[in-house]
């Protein structure tokens, strides 16, 4: 349970990243590296849906073919979103020639007024486009779930986010606070 506490931490600093990025200087080299972190944020974004699963399944009381219709309809919508991040990420990109993670944040105060705007315009863009999905899929989620079960999937998915934040901040201070010795 500790693994996949970490894992969906790990999930969720990089789908940040994906809308945040830092240098690089030629793409080409990172060609083979850029291919294996996709695969391993597609295998930790699947493990994430495994997770959120049981929670949304718990917490909203779902079973049979209530659940699987709901679910069915959910992982199309988290797929699509967790694509939204992945195309917002290869914008920033071209648009700034940088790459930046949670390690290495990017430094806007490097960059000129034509750049910064670009990303502004590039953010606002992406949260329309993700406006626009969560707006399609309520009403998808309205089709299968009452609508006040479809209200409190908003709510649960702030939760679950927080949760997720929460224990990766809990586990990450565990590791770096120092042993105390027993008497």
């Known amino acids: 349970m500790k693994t996949l506490k970490k894992l969906t931490f790990a999930v969720l600093l990089a789908c940040f990243a994906l809308t945040v990025n830092a ?11 850029e291919r294996e972190q996709r695969v391993d944020m597609n295998e930790l974004h699947q493990k994430m849906l495994v997770k959120k699963h049981d929670f949304f399944q718990k917490e909203l009381e779902l079973e049979g073919e209530q659940m699987d219709k709901f679910w069915e309809i959910y992982t199309e919508f988290d797929n699509r979103i967790f694509r939204l991040h992945e195309k917002a990420h ?15 944040p990017l430094d806007e105060s490097k960059l000129t007024d034509e750049i910064a705007n670009a990303l502004l315009d590039q953010r606002r863009q992406m949260e329309a486009e993700k406006l626009e999905m969560e707006t399609f899929y309520t009403d998808r989620f309205r089709t299968v779930l009452p609508v006040q079960k479809v209200l409190r999937l908003h709510r649960l998915e702030k939760q679950f986010m927080r949760d997720v934040m ?14 105390r010795e027993k008497r």
Do not use: C, L, V, W
């Open 23 to 33: 240098q690089r200087p030629d793409r080409s080299d990172n060609t083979k590296r």
């Open 90 to 104: 290869e914008e920033q990109i071209q648009i700034t020639g940088m790459e930046f993670d949670e390690k290495t």
């Open 166 to 179: 929460s224990d990766g901040r809990h586990h990450s201070d565990r590791r770096q606070a120092p042993q």
